[in-house]
């Protein structure tokens, strides 16, 4: 069963295009993250399918009914949506309760999800004495109201602390354990790469990747993490790889270089030939991070972004995934 | 409907909201009433400049302890239009709106819950000032040697008419505030426009346009307060009120309809 289907989804705010032809087929259950630099459109996809926002073209649907009547979702659909957002002087309990009412939802749900995300005992308090990380699991509290099947949560773990950030992924697992979907927007690839089963990956408001996320890293292809005997000897190292026809990328003091393991004969014989003596030489296993920047081009969306023609860069991997399922 | 106003309910027992609005409001009622009956002469009584002047025989009418709520009520008015203008613009300028239009999307159900919830606090914030008029303004009438024996004549229905004018009136300013806040999205700017076209622009036009003033927005909601004026008799005054409030809701109504959520 599709949650999320979007075909040619775009949104436009005057010359700029923040969701651009976006095919996406999101299914029931499970995590899926999706990122991207910064302004690449994830905030607005997902306020263009929360109905805050109306599309410029292109269709979409959300649990099957088109997102023009996002009434027909709304009681099932629970958001957080950038920065969480209260009256400063009422408390927890009573910023919780309004929404509760608007949703005709009772008092004891309001209790459960304070429970949930921890701030059963600070209740009382005015949501203005409450630390970012408080506000923020307040505004992950709001989203459970509803007991929502689909949960979009934007940069969930802004201002969290390390034990926060755990204890929201282990939420958001134990969610998509429950056979809800969650999408979550985040920066923290790490976090994403450790509470996601599928990954959706946009930049300038097109996709660039969506399936699994075991699939991402494998198309990354095999590496091998060349280190140098002596530091200085880094970039001469990448160039001499690169000049081989292996894609070579320095970081860390060492090259990590697209290539099977089989070929670490051939590595090493390069770098001997070259002069140059390593101290070690192993696989290297990719992160998704590595992989984000190699897709995003290494460079932040907010100064990556080209003038006007936005979008019209589209790697090969998003030709080839031009409509991609998630199935989580 | 229901939820949206239960919801709207919530969020305006905010004790900041209810005591500065009503407390705001009694304060300014007290002055005005003050100001007219410490003023008031043999001769020709206090009252604003622009505003038909007071005389001593209006304050010693059966209905002179509210001729100076109705001769001032257009500061009660700002009050209204200054508390409808945030209740809607904080709603974008705390990101709020966002929770609420992903929770019903239903906007029209959103803007009507909130309409009817600000009805009720301005009816209840008119209500108190009128009943603190009412208890002090005898003490300060004999004071300033205001003769009261007409005031408990038919007592009943002049408060219960006086109240009912002074909040029709009053509540005439909050859909300006209202249109103005959902207009322009901020506080500062919707206080400023309201302040500024009431106390301002609309006395500038009224130098220009002569009799023609009486049309005016603010002219036409003060005659409402008075019960009617020489210039529009009260009738006439709803109408013409009646006209700039359906404008006024139209253009929020549409523009909260269309207009995306970017806060």
């Not at chain 1, 949506?81 to 009573?94: D, G, H, K, V």
Request: hydrophobic content about 50%.
């Amino acid at each position: 069963m599709s949650v999320i289907h979007t075909d040619k989804l775009t949104r436009r705010f005057g010359d700029i295009v923040a969701v651009r032809d976006l095919d996406l087929e999101i299914g029931a259950g499970g995590v899926v993250g999706l990122v991207g630099p910064n302004g690449s459109g994830k905030s607005t996809l997902i306020r263009v399918l929360l109905g805050l926002l109306k599309p410029s073209g292109g269709e979409a649907t959300v649990f099957d009914a088109p997102i023009s009547h996002p009434s027909a979702y709304a009681a099932r659909i629970g958001a957080l949506i950038e920065s969480p957002a209260f009256i400063p002087s009422l408390s927890a309990r009573t910023n919780l309760r309004s929404l509760a009412r608007l949703r005709g939802i009772s008092n004891a749900r309001v209790d459960e999800v304070l429970e949930v995300v921890g701030l059963r005992d600070r209740a009382r308090e005015p949501s203005k004495r409450f630390s970012l990380g408080m506000k923020q699991r307040l505004g992950i509290a709001a989203a459970l109201l509803p007991d929502p099947e689909l949960l979009m949560l934007d940069e969930p773990t802004n201002g969290l602390d390390p034990a926060g950030i755990v204890e929201i992924r282990d939420l958001l697992r134990r969610l998509g354990d429950e056979g809800r979907t969650v999408v979550v927007s985040s920066h923290l690839l790490s976090e994403i790469e450790a509470a996601c089963d599928t990954l959706v990956m946009i930049r300038y408001g097109a996709l660039l990747f969506s399936g699994p996320l075991r699939e991402l890293v494998a198309q990354a292809g095999e590496c091998i993490a060349a280190v140098p005997e002596h530091l200085e000897d880094v970039e001469r190292l990448a160039a001499v790889f690169s000049s081989a026809g292996w894609p070579a990328r320095v970081g860390d003091g060492r090259v990590v270089v697209t290539a099977p393991a089989s070929t670490s004969a051939e590595v090493n014989r390069a770098a001997a030939q070259a002069g140059i003596t390593l101290s070690a030489l192993r696989p290297h296993e990719v992160s998704l991070e590595e992989v984000f920047l190699r897709m995003t081009g290494e460079q932040s969306g907010d100064n990556g972004r080209p003038a006007g023609a936005i979008g019209a860069e589209i790697p090969t991997t998003a030709e080839k995934s031009a409509k991609a399922k998630v199935s989580a | 409907m229901i939820r949206a106003l239960r919801s709207e309910l919530i969020r305006l027992r905010n004790p900041s909201t209810l005591l500065s609005g009503i407390g705001l409001m009694v304060f300014l009622g007290l002055l005005a009433t003050t100001i007219v009956l410490v003023t008031a002469t043999s001769g020709e009584a206090g009252g604003p400049p622009h505003a038909n002047r007071v005389t001593l025989a209006m304050l010693e009418a059966g209905d002179g302890m509210f001729v100076g709520l109705q001769n001032f009520v257009g500061l009660l008015g700002i009050v209204a239009l200054t508390v409808w203008a945030i209740a809607v613009t904080s709603d974008y300028s705390s990101g709020l709106i966002r929770l609420l239009v992903q929770a019903e999307p239903r906007r029209w159900r959103l803007l009507a819950g909130k309409v009817v919830a600000l009805t009720g606090f301005t009816s209840l914030a008119t209500l108190v000032t009128t009943a603190v008029v009412l208890v002090v303004a005898r003490p300060i009438a004999g004071m300033a040697g205001v003769g009261t024996d007409a005031w408990t004549t038919d007592l009943l229905r002049t408060v219960v008419e006086g109240y009912v004018q002074l909040t029709l009136s009053v509540l005439l300013w909050g859909v300006v505030g209202l249109f103005v806040g959902m207009i322009t999205r901020s506080t500062g700017i919707a206080i400023a426009i309201g302040l500024g076209y009431l106390l301002v622009f609309e006395g500038v036009l009224g130098l220009l346009l002569d009799s023609a003033a009486r049309w005016l927005p603010g002219a036409a909601f003060g005659a409402i307060a008075t019960g009617g004026t020489a210039d529009m008799a009260l009738g006439t005054a709803v109408v013409v009120s009646l006209a700039y409030v359906i404008v006024a809701f139209a253009v929020t109504v549409i523009t909260f309809w269309r207009r995306d959520i970017t806060a």
